[in-house]
Nanobody, 119 residues
Framework: QVQLVDSGGGLVQAGGSLRLSCAAS????????IGWYRQAPGKQRELVAM???????NYAESVKDRFTISRDKDKNMVYLQMSSLKTDDTAVYYC?????????????WGQGTQVTVSS
């Protein structure tokens, strides 16, 4: 199992920056992919950015060139550096990870951290 604790959210003005952190514990060596989803009020949860165990990154089109995901395996930390923030980026951001192989793959979520971008 994996436990995820995400933090770093807050209130920021449009155009500003924020860095989210996700601390992973437990079977961290078994993590395949780890990253961030977000959910805005009245909308479905969506992928923001993900990084694989091999360092391959994947971003939502809406955040490319503005957000950067990074991983420190030694510290079991994942970061999401968010720049040029827009009001549309307002959402609860959730750290997410998966371990194991199909059909036994397991998925884990952090508790979420609120990001609010004001105009």
């Amino acid at each position: 199992q994996v436990q995820l604790v995400d933090s770093g959210g807050g209130l920021v003005q449009a155009g500003g920056s924020l860095r989210l952190s996700c601390a992973a514990s437990g079977s961290t060596n078994a993590i395949n992919n780890i990253g961030w989803y977000r959910q805005a009020p009245g909308k479905q949860r969506e992928l923001v950015a993900m990084i694989s165990s091999g360092g391959i990154t994947n971003y939502a089109e809406s955040v490319k060139d503005r957000f950067t995901i990074s991983r420190d395996k030694d510290k079991n930390m994942v970061y999401l550096q968010m720049s040029s923030l827009k009001t549309d980026d307002t959402a609860v951001y959730y750290c997410h990870a998966d371990i194991g192989l199909d059909p036994w793959r397991s998925y884990y979520w952090g508790q979420g951290t609120q990001v609010t971008v004001s105009s």
